[in-house]
T-cell receptor
């Protein structure tokens, strides 16, 4: 069964460094998303992406964040200058969004640790 | 803005029992989707069940069923014949319907369900 793939599973970085989290969505899906989950807290929406542009973003998704679909398969989240509070689990999701389905399928997540 | 409230931080039941997890939400939207996701210790988010607000019939998926009360803005999850593998965090989530897939999910804080042997 097709699945969303995220790499790496765990990323450790120093404060102030740039990180890129990578995702391969399900191949025929049209919408892509990033969410984050700080340890012990609820999952929070960051951004949605469709047709090579941002569709929707939350207040969390400030200028430090950017997303890109650099080729036909990858979808990336870049954090420009990481802060301690960026430490969290980051989930990618994808959605076919047609035919009334509208189901978001999640990857296994990337745990980001900022030291 | 939408809000999702899960009032039970933790629940514990014996294996084979039935358990109900509660979820309420607040929205001014008329058409939307509701979901339950399961997050086991591996922290992967797994879809359990989905409900479309315009459908009055409650969704079921094998041992999982929902009680959707639109007027009360309530969306509870019932797990029948609970199994050890059901131990996980369960998140209730809301998604608007009107913009295709553009909108993100709004999640509740989760209920930690423990199935005791």
């Amino acid at each position: 069964e097709p699945e969303v793939t995220q790499t790496p599973s765990h990323q450790v970085t120093q404060m102030g460094q740039e990180v890129i989290l990578r995702c391969v969505p399900i191949s025929n899906h049209l919408y892509f998303y990033w969410y984050r989950q700080i340890l012990g807290q609820k999952v929070e929406f960051l951004v949605s992406f469709y047709n090579n542009e941002i569709s929707e973003k939350s207040e969390i998704f400030d200028d430090q964040f950017s997303v890109e679909r650099p080729d036909g398969s990858n979808f990336t989240l870049k954090i420009r200058s990481t802060k301690l509070e960026d430490s969290a689990m980051y989930f990618c999701a994808s959605n076919l969004a047609g035919g009334g389905k509208n189901i978001q399928y999640f990857g296994a997540g990337t745990r980001l640790s900022v030291l | 803005a939408q809000t999702v409230t899960q009032s039970q931080p933790e629940m514990s039941v014996q294996e084979a029992e039935t358990v109900t997890l509660s979820c309420t939400y607040d929205t001014s939207e008329n058409n939307y989707y509701l979901f339950w996701y399961k997050q086991p210790p591996s922290r992967q988010m797994i879809l359990v069940i989905r409900q479309e607000a315009y459908k009055q019939q409650n969704a079921t998926e094998n041992r999982f069923s929902v009680n959707f009360q639109k007027a009360a803005k309530s969306f509870s999850l019932k797990i029948s014949d609970s199994q050890l593998g059901d131990t996980a965090m369960y998140f209730c989530a809301f998604m608007k319907h009107d913009r295709g897939g553009a909108d993100g999910l709004t999640f509740g804080k989760g209920t930690h369900l423990i199935i005791q042997p």
